[in-house]
């Protein structure tokens, strides 16, 4: 057998043989990162370590399980919520009837800043967007005759997740269920508020203050929830590269670990119950390779920098939803074949969990005919392409491979000039993450008005006279009714425990000491979400955003 060297040196000779069939790099063939692209790839694009690297072994570059889908699929989720806790309940049995594994909560935008349905800043945005809580009633209407130990459920919540999660651990008592039978995650990742979506409430130090709270109760008493879900997805949403999504969210990561382990926590105690959430855009092989990398990064990361020793501790493991900004409101049919590639490449890339958008999103709140499409297209994906028969399928393949070490050596750049600027809130203080992430989204925009990036429908290939799909309505009288079921609550309950529990939070809250036990007292005797998070604006302030022109 010939040696690897005399192999690869072989092909050297063929390559430089073959220079005028393989002509040189053009600035155009570039991935949507700006990673130049060859016009093909051979063994000599491969690292040294690359062809050695197995599924479930350190570091964890082709995925965190040995067998991965062979031993279980993933968890399909399909994002739902709007209007009423009742309304968005019989949507999720809906979904469960259909197949669906999990569950994943979108609130409105009323609930995501911690306002109260009957808020004046709450009117006409109540359950726009996403189902309103307002209260512990609410939660248990959300989750009527759905066995929460049965289910693992996501809930897309951040500045006030601490008062979420309280109030879905009390609906578990109500049911019977003990806590560590639950399974799912709160996405609490506050960081990426500031940059890329803005709903903040508090500063960032109470407000990281707030997620050690949850991550010290949780290990203790809800061992099998993840306690953050760590997002790149809505750095993509803003108009980040690949690279910068990977940078961005594995630096705001090292942030809550530093944070958590300066409170005394020990990394191994909270590390296990991390979770990552990326965007699905539609360069595939690109996308596949974003996810090696930041498997790789992360495990290394965790293992050289926090001196983590647990396995789970170094393992990556993530929810990824297919890219929203990406749908288009011309030819609404053509975000079916988007998303199907976008869900492709998730799974390729070894994802845990899965949602896929809808094709009306970029009208509307998606139609129950437009959800259902999406999810038969995970269904498809597992049951009929044969992509998740084997680990890793794209593995080994010289472009994939460097296209994984690029995007690996580019993040560490990053991380690198955000540890000198002194970490992820310094850097985001200064402007710098929102500034790369501006950057990077006019760039494209200019692009797509230069035809350089095609928009199918959009830029090219456009019809006249397009007919519009069905879209889901919500109904304006969902604001005024949910107003009266919380006039109706503050009524019946009991306010002087309403009351001691509120005075409760506020010294907690000025002490320093961890405050979720007593929030799970405040829920309990029903206390609204607005009630718990106007106590700790009064506390902790509330965030002014920067104006970066």
């Known amino acids: 057998m010939q040696d690897k060297q005399e192999k690869l040196a072989q092909w050297q000779q063929k390559l430089e043989q073959g220079k005028a069939r393989f002509p040189e790099r053009k600035a155009e063939f570039e991935s949507s990162s700006g990673i130049p692209l060859q016009t093909v790839y051979t063994p000599l694009d491969l690292s040294q370590t690359d062809e050695f690297a197995l599924p479930g072994e350190f570091p964890y570059t082709r995925g965190v399980q040995r067998n991965m889908y062979r031993g279980r699929l993933w968890t399909m989720r399909q994002y739902a919520g709007f209007a009423s806790a009742q309304e968005s309940n019989e949507r999720y049995k809906y979904l469960l009837s259909q197949g669906q594994t999990g569950l994943s909560?979108?609130?409105?935008?009323?609930?995501?800043?911690?306002?109260?349905?009957?808020?004046?800043?709450?009117?006409?945005?109540?359950?726009?967007?996403?189902?309103?809580?307002?209260?512990?009633?609410?939660?248990?209407?959300?989750?009527?005759?759905?066995?929460?130990?049965?289910?693992?459920?996501?809930?897309?919540?951040?500045?006030?997740?601490?008062?979420?999660?309280?109030?879905?651990?009390?609906?578990?008592?109500?049911?019977?269920?003990?806590?560590?039978?639950?399974?799912?995650?709160?996405?609490?990742?506050?960081?990426?508020?500031?940059?890329?979506?803005?709903?903040?409430?508090?500063?960032?130090?109470?407000?990281?203050?707030?997620?050690?709270?949850?991550?010290?109760?949780?290990?203790?008493?809800?061992?099998?929830?993840?306690?953050?879900?760590?997002?790149?997805?809505?750095?993509?949403?803003?108009?980040?590269?690949?690279?910068?999504?990977?940078?961005?969210?594995?630096?705001?990561?090292?942030?809550?670990?530093?944070?958590?382990?300066?409170?005394?926590?020990?990394?191994?105690?909270?590390?296990?119950?991390?979770?990552?959430?990326?965007?699905?855009?539609?360069?595939?092989?690109?996308?596949?390779?974003?996810?090696?990398?930041?498997r790789k990064l992360w495990a290394e990361i965790m293992r050289d920098r926090f001196g983590a020793k647990a396995e789970k501790s170094l393992l990556l493991r993530f929810h990824t939803q297919t890219a929203g900004c990406t749908l288009t409101a011309q030819q609404p049919d053509n975000n079916v074949v988007r998303v199907a590639l976008q869900a492709l490449a998730a799974v390729l890339g070894g994802t845990q969990s899965l949602h896929t958008n809808s094709r009306d999103e970029a009208l509307a709140l998606p139609s129950e005919d437009s959800v259902r499409i999406a999810l038969r297209t995970q269904q498809i994906i597992a049951h009929e392409t044969g992509v998740a028969d084997v680990v890793d399928p794209l593995g080994g393949s010289y472009y994939i491979e460097d296209l994984t070490n690029q995007i690996e050596e580019k993040v560490k750049d990053m991380l690198t000039k955000i540890d000198d600027m002194g970490g992820a809130v310094a850097a985001i203080n200064a402007g710098y993450i929102q500034r790369q992430i501006q950057d990077s989204a006019y760039n494209y925009q200019l692009g797509v008005e230069r035809k350089e990036q095609i928009i199918v429908g959009v830029n090219q290939f456009t019809v006249e006279d397009e007919t519009q799909p069905d879209l889901l309505r919500v109904d304006p009288a969902v604001g005024v009714e949910q107003n009266q079921r919380l006039a109706a609550l503050k009524s019946q309950r009991n306010q002087d425990a309403v009351n001691s529990g509120l005075a409760a939070i506020r010294t907690a809250a000025e002490k320093g000491d961890n405050i979720f036990p007593l929030v799970l007292d405040s829920v309990r005797a029903y206390a609204s979400l607005g009630e718990i998070c106007g106590v700790l604006r009064e506390v902790y302030g509330e965030y002014q955003g920067k104006d970066l022109v």
């Open 105 to 294: 909560v979108a609130f409105d935008l009323p609930t995501q800043i911690g306002l109260d349905s009957d808020h004046s800043l709450s009117e006409g945005e109540v359950g726009k967007v996403g189902v309103a809580i307002d209260s512990l009633a609410d939660m248990e209407i959300l989750f009527s005759d759905i066995p929460l130990d049965k289910v693992s459920t996501s809930m897309t919540i951040n500045a006030p997740a601490i008062v979420l999660l309280a109030m879905y651990l009390v609906v578990a008592e109500k049911q019977g269920v003990e806590w560590n039978k639950l399974k799912g995650t709160i996405q609490n990742d506050i960081l990426k508020e500031y940059v890329a979506r803005g709903t903040y409430i508090f500063p960032p130090e109470p407000s990281l203050k707030i997620i050690t709270d949850i991550f010290a109760f949780c290990a203790e008493n809800v061992p099998n929830w993840n306690t953050i879900s760590i997002s790149g997805y809505h750095i993509r949403e803003a108009g980040a590269t690949a690279v910068q999504e990977v940078a961005f969210t594995l630096a705001n990561a090292i942030c809550y670990v530093e944070t958590a382990m300066a409170a005394g926590q020990k990394v191994d105690d909270f590390a296990p119950r991390l979770s990552f959430f990326f965007n699905a855009h539609s360069n595939l092989f690109e996308e596949v390779a974003k996810f090696r990398a930041a």
